[in-house]
């Protein structure tokens, strides 16, 4: 069937269906995802679809150099990093020890007090950088942080636990912190090893192949093993990845073409600013050359030219040239203009920039680095310009949730591992006392291990209103001390036995009671023909009919 003939069906309502044996196809009617692929926008766009760990194989070292190199030499950067960490570990994440105490044969008192006990002694630990590093340069906060800053930059932590007991030293556990591209990426499938990571055939990582600098500088491969007969960590590998993954990548690889676009941008606005600063002056003329000398030479003159062989032009030339010998000309910085030569203009050429929106676009690429980082745009970049108190707590909010995730997913990771080690070796020691002796701790290691990590809370702008809301979350017994303290960054057992050491010292001195105080500093008195029996709560109940707005105007 020709086209004239599917034009003419067409035109007339005509049914299209070509006969069997013509050898045309019926159009087919149909729904796919993405058009089937056809069109401007995926007929280019078709991206192989493979493991992950393969992607990560061969864009790692790329990434990590990448990365590196631009917090190197950008500040903005560096600062927006410096601001992630500073959010996300801040001075360190604070052991909370949760043991299991029924696992073995604790009662709530006594795991409340072994808690206490453990917690102060891992601090002792923590805060001594000759006892917790091995290298005696940190503190275990601040190998937090440098743990946390590797994570950003490379994707991964990487540390060992040795055990190093010095003459000074009161524990034999240490952290070392290691550079991830000290973990091979070598990968032999026969000995199950993917970048550097030996498996087992549960795809579980029993060992690592890493990577030392021998006394020529030579890079020497050597094995590790994850964890030792008794099940203590050796090896610390934190990393964030998709199912299959056994290496990680850095969280900035998505934004790494954004950072070089900022910097060409910035590059090319300030070339464009330096560039409108110069200007170009030039001389026309609009009269002809022989014109203007006929003007200035006699006929003698141009017979007497003429016979010497002087081009009009050259003679023009020398003529201007011997004009200016004797005057100045000057644009620079304090310009001097003389008479121009006759028939001349004296003409300024200045650049133009094509566009100017370069603060627009700037913010664009600055708010995708912030979201990349896990930041919002006013905390990375210091600018609050147009923000509201609204805005600004809405955005803490939503991105202090990926700060919670982070510091459990990885940072918390990183601690636990360490803590295992130092308690293992405090239990083996008998420095503290555990029901049923080491073996009973290595029979319940995940039970007398448990822990959580908490770090700074969550930040606010304005510490009234939080104190208000949780004040009435307290009032309708649906919130702790506890949780009230957890979310201010404190632990309730700190607080509890400070306020008891006050208070007995208010006692001491005779002082009162703040708790009990009025505005003026003085104790509460019962207003005038109020019973003694009513107290706050009466007063709290007079006033709920008061606009809250008005309320929190007195306070």
Not at 23 to 38: I, K, L
Not at 103 to 115: D, P, V
Request: hydrophobic share 40%; proline share 5%; charged share 25%.
């Amino acid at each position: 069937m020709s086209i004239i003939s599917k034009v003419r069906d067409l035109l007339v309502g005509q049914n299209l269906t070509a006969p069997a044996d013509s050898g045309d196809a019926a159009p087919r009617h149909g729904s796919q995802y993405m058009r089937g692929g056809r069109g401007v926008t995926f007929s280019g766009w078709r991206p192989a679809l493979r493991e992950s760990q393969d992607d990560i194989s061969e864009a790692w070292d790329d990434a990590a150099a990448r990365v590196a190199d631009l917090i190197h030499n950008s500040g903005w950067l560096a600062g927006a990093v410096d601001q992630a960490v500073a959010n996300t570990v801040g001075t360190g994440l604070r052991l909370k020890a949760l043991p299991e105490n029924e696992t073995f044969g604790m009662s709530s008192t006594e795991a409340s007090n072994w808690s206490k006990t453990v917690e102060r002694r891992f601090e002792l630990w923590a805060r001594s950088a000759q006892e917790c590093d091995i290298q005696g340069m940190r503190t275990f906060g601040q190998m937090q942080s440098a743990a946390f800053r590797s994570w950003l930059i490379s994707g991964e932590i990487l540390a060992e636990l040795p055990f190093r007991r010095r003459s000074w030293n009161t524990y034999g556990t240490k952290v070392r912190l290691l550079p991830p591209h000290r973990l091979s990426r070598k990968t032999e499938n026969l000995a199950r090893l993917v970048n550097g990571v030996y498996l087992d055939a549960d795809g579980m990582p029993v060992g690592y192949l890493a990577i030392r600098k021998d006394m020529f500088k030579y890079d020497v491969e050597y094995d590790v093993r994850a964890r030792d007969r008794a099940g203590r960590p050796r090896v610390i590998h934190v990393f964030d990845g998709l199912p299959g993954t056994h290496r990680g990548i850095s969280p900035m690889t998505p934004a790494l073409q954004v950072a070089r676009q900022f910097d060409q941008l910035a590059d090319a606005t300030l070339m464009a600013s330096i560039v409108q600063t110069l200007f170009a002056v030039t001389i026309t003329s609009d009269e002809p050359t022989e014109e203007v000398l006929a003007g200035l030479l006699t006929p003698q003159e141009q017979a007497q030219m003429s016979a010497q062989g002087v081009a009009p032009m050259e003679a023009y030339i020398d003529m201007v040239a011997g004009y200016y010998e004797g005057s100045s000309l000057n644009v620079g910085i304090n310009g001097r203009l003389a008479h121009l030569f006759p028939g001349q203009e004296l003409k300024f050429h200045t650049s133009n920039q094509p566009s100017s929106d370069y603060k627009d676009f700037s913010m664009h690429l600055l708010r995708e680095l912030a979201r990349c980082l896990g930041l919002t745009y006013e905390s990375a970049t210091g600018d609050n310009n147009g923000a509201t108190y609204s805005s600004l707590q809405a955005a803490t909010t939503e991105i202090f949730a990926i700060t919670k995730a982070r510091r459990q997913n990885i940072v918390a990771p990183f601690c636990q591992p360490v803590y295992e080690a130092w308690l293992e070796e405090e239990i083996a020691s008998g420095r503290i006392a555990f029901p049923g002796g080491y073996q009973a701790f290595l029979a319940n290691r995940a039970a007398a291990c448990r822990a959580e990590w908490l770090g700074a809370a969550r930040p606010t702008t304005d510490d009234l209103k939080k104190a208000k809301a949780h004040e009435v979350w307290k009032r309708l017994g649906v919130m702790s001390d506890a949780m009230i303290c957890n979310d201010i960054g404190v632990d309730v057992d700190d607080v509890y036995q400070q306020i008891s050491q006050e208070r007995d010292m208010r006692q001491e001195y005779r002082l009162p009671d703040p708790m009990l105080m009025g505005a003026a500093g003085g104790a509460l008195e019962a207003p005038d023909g109020a019973e003694a029996d009513e107290g706050p709560e009466g007063d709290a109940e007079d006033d709920t009919d008061n606009d809250p707005d008005d309320e929190e105007d007195a306070l």
